[in-house]
């Protein structure tokens, strides 16, 4: 029980802070630093998603989370691989990196297209994302995204109001986070980015807007644990 309550209470307490200040969270070690940085600043990443590191924050982000080079880490959704480029080379030389994709057959055309580029950037680069572990997550069908309680931090970035839309369900979503949780070692950290929407009483999950209230967040989390 106590494994149980200890690992809740980390998804609970990041999934509310993700929205919050950044300056209030951990602090990488030097290791951590080096290859973080080194991974922001390399050369294999594009101007035009460099230009997006002011916005986007990932440094700060990750060290927030309490992120460490030597992690084991999933990352869920990751889309084109804006966050991969940086996380898989971070990790490369003492952690793991699951990417967990979309369906292996996705049924929407952005998510074919995420999914195609996302294979694309991984096949030019092998020296780089050779050791990334490709998965995939579609509730309630394809579930199994790394090994039970293998990880250390499950992180997933602006995907959070795809799944409390009324579209995805309410049975996907919870699925989905119960997924995550079940992966997730005792005392891991799940890292939720999104859009905050500040009043719960006008949040619309169908808007198309792809804002979020914690509370929703954090209700979702906790039923998974």
């Not at 804006?82 to 990196?97: D, F, N, R, V």
């Not at 074919?112 to 509730?139: C, N, Q, W």
């Not at 309680?149 to 995805?168: K, Q």
Request: charged share 20%; with cysteine; proline share 5%.
């Amino acid at each position: 029980m106590q494994r149980m309550a200890d690992r809740t209470a980390t998804v609970l307490a990041l999934c509310l802070l993700a929205t919050l200040s950044l300056a209030d969270g951990h602090k990488f070690d030097t290791a951590t630093a080096s290859a973080v940085d080194s991974a922001i600043n390399g050369d294999h990443r594009s101007t035009a998603n460099k230009a997006r590191d002011r916005y986007r924050r990932p440094r700060e982000t990750l060290e927030f989370f309490g992120f460490r080079s030597d992690m084991t880490v999933v990352e869920i959704w990751p889309g084109g691989g804006w966050y991969t480029e940086i996380l898989a080379p971070a990790l490369q030389e003492s952690g793991k990196l699951y990417a967990v994709q979309y369906s292996v057959n996705p049924n929407y055309g952005y998510q074919r297209r995420y999914f195609g580029s996302f294979l694309s950037k991984l096949g030019e680069m092998p020296e780089l994302y050779r050791d990334v572990e490709i998965t995939h997550l579609a509730a309630p069908y394809e579930l199994e995204i790394a090994p039970a309680s293998s990880a250390d931090m499950v992180l997933t970035f602006r995907n959070a109001h795809n799944w409390v839309n009324p579209g995805y369900g309410e049975q996907a979503a919870a699925l989905t986070f119960k997924v995550m949780f079940d992966v997730l070692k005792p005392g891991g950290v799940l890292g939720v980015v999104d859009h905050r929407w500040p009043d719960p009483s006008t949040e619309d999950p169908a808007a198309e807007n792809g804002y979020i209230s914690e509370e929703r967040i954090i209700a979702l989390a906790g039923a998974a644990g």
